[in-house]
């Protein structure tokens, strides 16, 4: 088959399986990026998140994840909840309302790379979802999906930011799109102004060190900094403030996802029930959820962080 063959299959495969949007991109070294990624760190803006600094290469070329590669296909998959948790109570990010996103689409992608090779033969692949050394979002403009705003998200100009990326990485040679090229962030501040811990920097860079979701998720200190206190509005598992503000997410829709619909104890736990979560119940409540990277130790150390704040 010629390659626009294969690249119908391959639009019609992330249609099948729920894929809210497919881009292809040529694999190719990230030059750009790499240039990037090394500043990012050299400023030590991961902070403790040391797996950030292993395996550069990979990260910049696909061809040191799957030798051969050709394409790039990037997936989106919209996690928007139709239903948000009450005011004034401790907040959870939206990715994290339902079923672990890892396992949900992991699965997606082994189905995804199978019916690949029952249509095409014999063809080589790797799935990745935000827990390898991949640069998704840059793969996404590359495709022709959107744009990276200011405070680091894909944006759509349809649908905002709020969807998990996954990245297949094949030897299939395929159609690429053409890269996404406009910016429509425009003169709008309103992800930088918001943001209590001033994390968003001018030219579209994120100090991973000083973002809430590193605190409350990726700190494994027993302690958060002084410094912090009286910023974190409430968030005990991640942050959307600069989702939330955003503009373009007036265009979110409620996702098709049955998987990420929203544990109900997130939607309707008091402030009092957050504080007397036990152990064994949050094993039990959280035990196929995001929220669950965190521990219990972390989520009530957050907790009491947000409370003497």
């Known amino acids: 088959m010629h ?3 294969h690249t119908h299959i391959v639009k019609a495969q992330a249609k099948l399986l729920g894929f809210d ?29 040391h797996y950030m600094e292993r395996y ?5 070329d696909p061809t040191k994840l799957v030798p051969g590669a050709k394409s790039v296909i990037t997936l989106l998959l919209n996690y928007f909840p139709p239903k948000t948790q009450k005011a004034d109570v401790p907040k959870v990010s939206k990715y994290a309302y339902g079923k672990d996103y890892h396992d949900i689409i992991r699965d997606k992608l082994n189905a995804f790379l199978r019916g690949l090779r029952e249509r095409v033969g014999d063809i ?9 050394p991949v640069l998704e979002r840059t793969w996404a403009q590359k495709g022709g999906l959107g744009w990276i705003g200011k405070n680091g998200n ?11 990326i996954a990245t297949l990485i094949t030897d299939l040679e395929l159609i690429a799109d053409a890269p996404f090229a406009a910016d429509y962030c425009g003169t709008c501040n309103r992800c930088v102004d918001a943001c209590p811990t001033d994390a968003i920097l001018p030219g579209k860079v994120v100090d991973g060190s000083k973002c809430i979701s590193y605190f409350t998720i990726e700190l494994k200190d027993l302690l958060i900094p002084d410094n912090m206190k009286g910023k974190f509005k409430d968030w005990i598992f991640g942050c959307d403030i600069c989702q939330d503000v955003c503009p373009w997410n007036r265009f979110s829709k409620p996702t098709s996802e049955n998987s990420f619909a929203p544990i109900p104890e997130i939607l309707n736990f008091t402030t009092g029930q957050w504080d007397e979560l036990t152990e064994e119940s949050f094993r039990d409540i959280f035990r196929n959820s995001p929220i669950k990277r ?6 009530k150390r957050n907790l009491q962080f947000i409370r003497k704040s």
């Open 21 to 49: 949007f497919c881009g292809i991109a040529r694999a190719e070294l990230l030059q750009d990026d790499a240039l990037r990624l090394e500043r990012w760190l050299n400023k030590g803006m991961q902070g403790t998140m």
């Open 294 to 299: 965190t521990k219990f130790s972390g989520l």
């Open 3 to 5: 390659p626009a063959d």
């Open 154 to 164: 894909l944006l759509t100009k349809s649908a905002g930011s709020y969807f998990f």
């Open 124 to 132: 080589e692949g790797r799935g990745f979802v935000d827990s390898a």
């Open 56 to 60: 550069f290469e990979l990260r910049v």
